[in-house]
């Protein structure tokens, strides 16, 4: 399999995004907390907890306006709380 340069950048960079999203559920939403064992209790559990990160990348982004790239960190939004 042949990629080019571009499409292996590309790759690389959406899964650091990806990776990024789940160090930061784990360690503030409380995604690995979890001690459910019915699999609808844990599918609840899994997508609070992305809903609460993606309303926090919402809510600071909504407030950004600055000419720079928007790059969220929970614990960025955590000590603005």
Same mark, same amino acid.
């Given at each position: ?6 499409? =292996? ?8 995004? =990806?990776?990024? =999203?789940?160090? !930061?559920? *784990? ?5 690995? !907390? &979890? ?7 844990? !599918?609840?559990?899994?997508?609070? /907890?992305? =809903? ?9 982004? /909504? &407030?950004? $306006?600055? +000419? *720079?790239?928007?790059?969220? $960190?929970? +614990? $960025? ?5």
């Amino acid at each position: 399999m042949h990629l080019p340069p571009e499409q =292996i950048l590309e790759y690389y960079q959406a899964r650091f995004q =990806i990776e990024f =999203i789940f160090r !930061d559920a *784990k360690q503030f939403t409380g995604l690995s !907390d &979890c001690q459910a064992r019915h699999l609808p209790r844990l !599918d609840f559990h899994f997508t609070a /907890s992305l =809903i609460a990160l993606n309303l926090a990348k919402h809510e600071l982004s /909504s &407030c950004h $306006s600055s +000419a *720079k790239s928007f790059v969220f $960190s929970m +614990a $960025s939004y955590k000590r603005l709380e």
